[in-house]
């Protein structure tokens, strides 16, 4: 999933999402607690761990970011990902299998949980604007547009030092993908499962990386999909309106821009079952900050975007559409 306002967040077995008014709501499997977030309030934005789905995986936890920059978290705890109490001053949160990244307002970055790997040696980057945590490794934007990665890479997942001009990236359990400013996007690591077979992909705003599968949402609400299809976790090309995406092991969540929730692929643990949901929705202060960022930084909204939560637009500004300067699908309707 993206360092970003991830309002969904989808783990190995359960789903997470944030309503409008700062509360959480979650399916799936609880075993270890994932899913104990009913008493959360004030949250921004989620983040599930995910791992490939194995004999001796399942167990998994969730972080929620706070309005005031501080952090929650729940379930497996075994290598301390969950230990992220102390940190303040928060502007995003990732997770993967075992560990949790925390995005600083400075640009640099925190990490608590497993590192056998060095998938947390994240403590020298500096100027990042964008986040995800694959299995074993973990991979992250900086504000030139460069990439950055840590961690295992058996199967080439952190071959990204060429990258550039980018605007966001996701990891899966062995592959990395990255969004262009172009809305092209760039792959690296186990092309095996069809995962990376995404360089035709056009006019992509947001990516989201399953253990095996890929999803992409364009800049008209449609999705694209690549990579196993086992649990017909791909099989979201009908969805229309589609202005968010997470990806867990095998399944893929969808937020459609009425703030209801569409889902794909396994749902043995019920993680699929958010059909119920409604409300999942942006919050109105991270709306600001992505307006107010300054032109030339990777993920920044043009200053002359025409549609009014990514700029400084004059009244009677439609309040939804798509920004043909950054390429970034908006809706301020998801506002608080």
Same mark, same amino acid.
């Given at each position: @999933?993206? &360092?970003?306002?991830?309002?969904?967040?989808a783990?190995r077995?359960?789903? =997470?999402?944030?309503r409008? !008014?700062?509360?959480?709501? %979650?399916?799936?499997? +609880?075993?270890?607690g994932e899913?104990r977030?009913?008493?959360?309030?004030d949250? /921004?934005?989620? %983040?599930?761990?995910n791992v490939h789905t194995a004999?001796?995986?399942?167990?998994?936890h969730?972080?929620?970011?706070r309005?005031?920059g501080t952090?929650?978290?729940?379930?497996?705890?075994g290598?301390?990902?969950c230990?992220?109490a102390?940190?303040?001053?928060?502007t995003?949160?990732?997770?993967?299998? *075992?560990?949790t990244?925390?995005?600083?307002?400075?640009?640099?970055?925190? &990490?608590?949980?497993?590192?056998?790997?060095?998938?947390?040696? /994240?403590q020298?980057?500096?100027e @990042?604007?964008a986040?995800?945590c694959?299995?074993?490794?973990? /991979?992250?934007?900086?504000?030139?547009g460069s990439a950055?990665? #840590?961690?295992? +890479?058996?199967?080439g997942?952190c071959?990204v030092?060429d990258? *550039?001009d980018?605007?966001?990236v996701?990891?899966g359990? @062995?592959?990395?993908?990255?969004?262009r400013?172009?809305? *092209?996007v760039?792959a690296t690591?186990?092309?095996?499962?069809?995962a990376?077979?995404?360089?035709?992909?056009?006019?992509?705003? %947001?990516?989201?990386?399953?253990?095996?599968?890929?999803?992409?949402?364009?800049a008209s609400g449609r999705?694209?999909?690549?990579? !196993?299809n086992s649990?017909?976790q791909?099989?979201?090309?009908?969805?229309?309106?589609i /202005?968010?995406l997470? &990806?867990g092991?095998?399944?893929t969540?969808?937020?459609? %821009?009425?703030?209801t929730?569409?889902s794909a692929?396994?749902? &043995?643990?019920?993680?699929?079952? #958010?059909?119920?949901?409604?409300?999942?929705q942006v919050?109105r202060?991270?709306?600001?900050e992505?307006r107010d960022?300054k032109?030339? *930084?990777a993920g920044? @909204?043009s200053?002359?975007?025409?549609?009014?939560?990514?700029?400084?637009?004059?009244a009677g500004?439609?309040?939804t559409g798509?920004?043909?300067?950054?390429?970034?699908? =908006?809706?301020?309707?998801?506002?608080?």
């Amino acid at each position: @999933m993206l &360092a970003s306002t991830s309002v969904l967040a989808a783990g190995r077995r359960h789903s =997470v999402g944030r309503r409008w !008014d700062g509360t959480v709501l %979650a399916v799936g499997n +609880n075993a270890a607690g994932e899913c104990r977030v009913g008493q959360w309030e004030d949250v /921004v934005a989620v %983040a599930a761990g995910n791992v490939h789905t194995a004999a001796n995986t399942g167990r998994s936890h969730t972080v929620g970011l706070r309005s005031d920059g501080t952090v929650l978290a729940t379930g497996w705890n075994g290598n301390g990902q969950c230990d992220v109490a102390a940190w303040r001053d928060v502007t995003a949160v990732v997770a993967g299998w *075992r560990r949790t990244l925390g995005l600083l307002a400075d640009g640099t970055v925190l &990490a608590a949980g497993r590192n056998s790997e060095g998938q947390c040696d /994240v403590q020298s980057w500096r100027e @990042m604007v964008a986040l995800s945590c694959g299995d074993w490794h973990s /991979v992250g934007v900086r504000a030139d547009g460069s990439a950055l990665a #840590a961690g295992n +890479n058996r199967r080439g997942q952190c071959a990204v030092d060429d990258w *550039r001009d980018l605007t966001g990236v996701a990891a899966g359990y @062995m592959h990395t993908v990255a969004l262009r400013r172009d809305g *092209r996007v760039l792959a690296t690591g186990d092309r095996t499962t069809g995962a990376c077979d995404v360089g035709e992909w056009e006019e992509v705003v %947001a990516l989201a990386a399953g253990s095996y599968h890929t999803v992409g949402v364009t800049a008209s609400g449609r999705v694209l999909a690549a990579g !196993d299809n086992s649990h017909g976790q791909c099989d979201a090309g009908g969805w229309q309106d589609i /202005v968010a995406l997470a &990806a867990g092991s095998t399944h893929t969540l969808g937020l459609r %821009a009425d703030g209801t929730v569409v889902s794909a692929g396994n749902n &043995a643990s019920s993680q699929c079952d #958010a059909g119920p949901w409604s409300g999942i929705q942006v919050p109105r202060a991270r709306a600001s900050e992505q307006r107010d960022r300054k032109p030339g *930084r990777a993920g920044a @909204m043009s200053r002359d975007c025409p549609v009014r939560s990514c700029s400084q637009a004059p009244a009677g500004t439609p309040e939804t559409g798509t920004c043909n300067s950054c390429r970034f699908r =908006v809706l301020m309707s998801l506002s608080v």
